[in-house]
């Protein structure tokens, strides 16, 4: 079964500064895909940024970047520039191409402090 | 992107009572939806794999006489908490899934909040 592993339960980053959340997770698949969600507090689930396994670039949105490593199976997401509205919840998830219909398995979850 | 909207968004019921949550596509079919329970601090955990005209397959630990889920149409998908107790209290979220193909993408609803008594 996949597993999706985020070992930093809580982050704090000063405004405008980078800060990474790491993310680790383990299967068998070849094909998947693997994302970063947002969770405010009004628990509305926000996608950050998607990631296919079979591409070799790191997925990047504006201010939010992945560095994948596949091989490592590695997922840590890196915010630049934080902003006082990046504070939240932050999921890693997995999610299979070809199995079990294709749904999310997420990560424990980071809760990411801005301060001013 | 395209809605899903979750009804209601938050409800309080007495213990032994039975609370129907439900979850709409707005503006696309969705074939396929998923329910998730999120403890407060905690990550949401799959509870069942909704597909539309067919029973729906349940995470195992999932009650499923518990946690009733049906999927009549192509737009809604309802869970219902039967005979509810305080421990059901939680945050009850959907995603549902744009089209027919397995990599079609996940939308999420606002969620319900469900307080038992």
């Known amino acids: 079964a996949q597993t999706v592993t985020q070992s930093q339960p809580e982050m704090s980053v000063q405004e405008a500064e980078t800060v990474t959340l790491s993310c680790t997770y383990d299967?068998?698949?070849?094909?998947?895909?693997l994302f970063w969600y947002k969770q405010p507090p009004s628990r509305q689930m926000i996608l950050v940024i998607r990631q296919e396994a079979y591409k070799q670039q790191n997925a990047t949105e504006n201010r939010f970047s992945v560095n994948f490593q596949k091989a490592a199976k590695s997922f840590s997401l890196k915010i630049s520039d934080s902003q006082l509205g990046d504070a939240a919840m932050y999921f890693c998830?997995?999610?299979?191409?070809?199995?079990?219909?294709?749904?999310?398995?997420f990560g424990q979850g980071t809760e990411l402090s801005v301060k001013p | 992107g395209a809605v899903v909207s979750q009804h209601p968004s938050w409800v309080i019921c007495k213990s032994g009572t039975s609370v129907k949550i439900e979850c709409r596509s707005l503006d696309f079919q969705a074939t396929t939806m998923f329910w998730y329970r999120q403890f407060p601090k905690q990550s949401l955990m799959l509870m069942a794999t909704?597909?539309?005209?067919?029973?729906?397959?349940?995470e195992q630990g999932v009650e499923k006489d518990k946690f009733l889920i049906n999927h009549a149409s192509l737009t809604l998908s309802t869970l219902t908490v039967t005979s509810a107790h305080p421990e059901d209290s939680s945050f009850y979220i959907c995603s549902a899934r744009a089209g027919r193909e397995r990599i079609g993408e996940l939308f999420f609803g606002e969620g319900s909040r469900l307080t038992v008594l």
């Open positions: 299967t068998s698949e070849s094909d998947y895909y």
């Open positions: 909704s597909n539309e005209g067919s029973k729906a397959t349940y």
């Open positions: 998830a997995y999610r299979n191409i070809y199995n079990q219909g294709g749904k999310l398995i």
